[in-house]
């Protein structure tokens, strides 16, 4: 039995943005080029493996939930699930893997649900940030660099009106899919998924009341060109939310890792607070506050089942874990909020 999830969410996302066209033009813009990104996603010239991920979501076994919650730090489906479509949903799950951002739990607690516990405690970051947001409520929510949408959730979960998701990773894209499989309509079909790059959307469409970026400033070759792409996807007044690897210093310093960084090698600005908040305010930001700032821990960030690979405690000096193997200070990562 092949489930039509996929082409399902897609067509939800066309109608959302064909909506919000009729109040905000620019997203014309969006919907003249949604056919080729969506399209690109799932070619196998592209992305070797995009046909395997696309069978896994396919195949995933139609489940009725009781109850979907999203406001949950892990993010539960609540069925009854009989022991043929729990095998099959666990193997199919386990080949989406590495599983990166989360935790899910597809099943009761009662009858063995399949929890995914992935290498992140994403939870703990949201604990962290949504005290300090204005209201999301009724809010048209952009989250860059969402991975396999686990804080896109959240957002709906915290009553978003639209959210819209972007990340390239065809592996992310799937699992989001996979999720949303199970989650259905549950949340009125408010969370959707472009696989793009930020920098690939329509520039100063001007769509979005909340614009998160969390964990993607140090990645970016200009880190003022990223600034001044996600000022633009705000509404005058809106707010944005950067979260991003800091180091310490005063508002002059920067570390640029000449290789890598925590075994990373496409990490290129690494800023101090101060420096951060100046640069918020030179890209055209204002009220901007520094909210949070939290030493990265290996309870945080770890390997787990359905993450194999090495992660934090192995990118850290085995003898002295406050700096990483390159002997850069360890990860530290600061959250701002700031309005256009």
Same mark, same amino acid.
């Not at 970051?125 to 005290?131: E, H, T, Y």
């Not at 792409?229 to 005058?236: A, P």
């Given at each position: 039995?092949?489930?039509?999830?996929?082409?399902?969410?897609?067509?939800?996302?066309?109608?959302?943005?064909?909506?919000?066209?009729?109040?905000?033009?620019?997203?014309?813009?969006?919907?003249?080029?949604?056919?080729?990104?969506?399209? @690109?996603?799932?070619?196998?010239?592209?992305?070797?493996?995009?046909?395997?991920?696309?069978?896994?979501?396919?195949?995933?076994?139609?489940?009725?939930?009781?109850?979907?919650?999203?406001? @949950?730090?892990?993010?539960?489906?609540?069925?009854?699930? @009989?022991?043929?479509?729990?095998?099959?949903?666990?193997?199919?799950?386990?080949?989406?893997?590495?599983?990166?951002?989360?935790?899910?739990?597809?099943?009761?607690?009662?009858?063995?649900?399949?929890?995914?516990?992935?290498?992140?405690?994403? /939870?703990?970051?949201?604990?962290?940030?949504?005290?300090?947001?204005?209201?999301?409520?009724?809010?048209?929510?952009?989250?860059?660099?969402?991975?396999?949408?686990?804080? #896109?959730?959240?957002?709906?979960?915290?009553?978003?009106?639209?959210?819209?998701?972007?990340?390239?990773? =065809?592996?992310?894209?799937?699992?989001?899919?996979?999720?949303?499989?199970?989650?259905?309509?549950?949340?009125?079909?408010?969370?959707?998924?472009?696989?793009?790059?930020?920098?690939?959307?329509?520039?100063?469409?001007?769509?979005?009341?909340?614009?998160?970026?969390?964990?993607?400033?140090?990645?970016?070759?200009?880190?003022?060109?990223?600034?001044?792409?996600?000022?633009?996807?705000?509404?005058? #007044? #809106?707010?944005?939310?950067?979260?991003?690897?800091?180091?310490? #210093?005063?508002?002059?310093?920067?570390?640029?890792?000449?290789?890598?960084?925590?075994?990373?090698?496409?990490?290129?600005?690494?800023?101090?607070?101060?420096?951060?908040?100046?640069?918020?305010?030179?890209?055209?930001?204002?009220?901007?506050? =520094?909210? /949070?700032?939290?030493?990265?821990?290996?309870?945080?960030?770890?390997?787990?089942?359905?993450?194999?690979?090495? @992660?934090?405690?192995?990118?850290?000096?085995?003898?002295?874990?406050?700096?990483?193997?390159?002997?850069?200070?360890?990860?530290?990562?600061?959250?701002?909020?700031?309005?256009?």
């Amino acid at each position: 039995m092949i489930n039509d999830t996929i082409i399902h969410a897609e067509r939800q996302l066309y109608l959302t943005l064909l909506a919000l066209a009729q109040t905000q033009p620019s997203a014309y813009d969006w919907l003249s080029q949604l056919p080729e990104w969506l399209n @690109s996603i799932k070619d196998k010239a592209n992305y070797a493996h995009a046909p395997a991920y696309q069978a896994a979501v396919a195949r995933l076994p139609d489940i009725t939930a009781d109850t979907v919650e999203l406001n @949950s730090d892990r993010l539960t489906i609540n069925a009854v699930l @009989s022991d043929s479509e729990r095998k099959q949903t666990y193997a199919l799950l386990k080949q989406l893997m590495p599983w990166r951002k989360g935790p899910f739990q597809i099943g009761s607690d009662t009858h063995e649900p399949i929890i995914i516990d992935t290498e992140w405690r994403s /939870d703990w970051k949201w604990q962290r940030v949504i005290p300090h947001l204005g209201t999301l409520k009724g809010r048209r929510v952009l989250d860059v660099g969402g991975g396999s949408g686990y804080h #896109g959730w959240r957002m709906a979960g915290a009553g978003a009106d639209t959210v819209i998701i972007v990340d390239p990773s =065809c592996l992310f894209y799937h699992q989001f899919m996979a999720i949303r499989h199970f989650i259905g309509a549950a949340d009125d079909y408010r969370t959707h998924y472009i696989p793009v790059p930020l920098e690939a959307l329509p520039e100063h469409s001007q769509l979005f009341d909340t614009v998160f970026s969390m964990g993607v400033l140090y990645h970016r070759q200009s880190p003022f060109e990223h600034l001044q792409q996600l000022k633009g996807q705000l509404v005058k #007044g #809106g707010e944005l939310v950067l979260e991003t690897l800091v180091v310490d #210093g005063d508002a002059n310093t920067v570390l640029v890792p000449h290789d890598r960084y925590a075994q990373m090698n496409n990490v290129y600005f690494l800023p101090s607070v101060d420096a951060l908040i100046g640069w918020l305010e030179k890209a055209g930001f204002s009220d901007v506050r =520094c909210v /949070d700032v939290e030493v990265t821990s290996t309870n945080e960030q770890r390997k787990t089942d359905w993450m194999t690979y090495h @992660s934090l405690q192995d990118f850290l000096d085995p003898t002295d874990t406050t700096k990483t193997l390159e002997g850069h200070p360890a990860p530290k990562r600061a959250t701002l909020i700031a309005k256009k």
